[in-house]
């Protein structure tokens, strides 16, 4: 698996589009026929994707120093694809497009399938240390009552749905789940914020080949962007806005792991400070 380190905000103010794009952007996901994971050192959050033509096994590896991936770790998973499956220690959970799972610690075996290899399921999946175990809970995007952010008249009227959250499931830290931009609507986490007691990694996705966003980051007074293509995920440290203006409305997925799991803990920032 690939292991990135952190970035800090002195750093990351002299880093050009390539040394951004080389510390924050994960371009490679959503292979087929293969399981893909990045280790952050922020927190070590692991973001992942399983595209399974055959069956995928999640495996532990020598980043993890343990027996098996969810020895010490809690996951969440949510399929963007088409119909598959999650089976866990031998019990198997039907997963839908944009359905969601919450995989506790101490699951030996995590295997991913598709309904058909034609056309897969596309798994992304975030995980990050637990000392606790919780119990498995699936997750479908129609059982979640949405939260309406944003108008139209500020071109970010979107919907936003907390998967993995105190509302839904127990987790440790992890905190996941999916914002879906309204048509004619652009902008994604605006007006913007930090929060210092977490980090979280965005996934773009159902966008078009031609479709870009650029992803703001950076400190409020110095900020950075990074365009960002279908199906590319980025990686935003504690200290960054996360923000993001597209060409067309899109779907992103956030994921948060930290200090806390309170999903209210926002630094919020006044518009007229972004420089
Ligand atoms: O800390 C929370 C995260 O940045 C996202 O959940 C924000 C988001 O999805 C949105 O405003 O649409
Ligand atoms: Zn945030």
């Known amino acids: 698996m690939e292991v990135r380190y952190g970035i800090s905000p002195i ?3 002299g880093l050009d589009t390539k040394g951004l794009r080389d510390n924050f952007l994960i371009d490679d996901l ?7 994971l990045l280790y952050s050192h922020i927190d070590r959050i692991i973001v992942g994707s399983a595209v399974p033509v055959d069956s995928l096994e999640l495996p532990a590896g020598k980043e993890l120093g343990t027996s098996f991936f969810l020895e010490r770790r809690e996951l969440g998973i949510i399929n963007i694809g088409s119909k598959g499956y999650v089976t866990l220690d031998g019990v198997k959970y039907e997963m839908n ?3 969601g799972l919450y995989v506790g610690k101490g699951v030996r075996e995590v295997c991913f399938e598709s309904d058909n290899s ?6 992304y999946l975030n995980s990050a240390p637990a000392h606790k175990e919780y119990p498995t809970v699936k997750i479908d995007m129609k059982y979640i009552t949405p939260q309406h952010l944003g108008s139209l008249a500020s071109s970010n009227e979107r919907k936003l749905y907390q998967y993995i959250h105190p509302n839904v499931c127990d987790s440790c830290q992890l905190v996941m ?3 879906k931009l309204e048509p004619n609507n652009v902008w994604n986490t605006f007006p913007c914020h930090t929060h ?12 078009d080949e031609e479709g870009l966003v650029f992803h703001l980051m950076g400190e409020a007074d110095e900020t950075r962007h990074i365009v960002m293509r279908n199906e590319q995920a980025v990686i935003s440290p504690s200290w960054s806005i996360h923000s993001g203006v597209g060409n067309k409305n899109y779907t992103f997925i956030w994921g948060m792991v930290g200090e806390n799991i309170e999903f209210t803990d926002m ?3 006044d518009n007229i400070k972004i420089k």
């Open 11 to 13: 750093e990351g103010k």
């Open 30 to 36: 959503f292979r087929n026929g293969e399981l893909k």
């Open 97 to 99: 497009n944009k359905d």
């Open 118 to 123: 034609n056309n897969p399921a596309k798994f």
């Open 177 to 179: 789940g999916l914002t």
């Open 196 to 207: 210092e007691r977490r980090m979280e990694v965005y996934l773009y996705f159902d966008m």
């Open 267 to 269: 630094d919020h920032i």
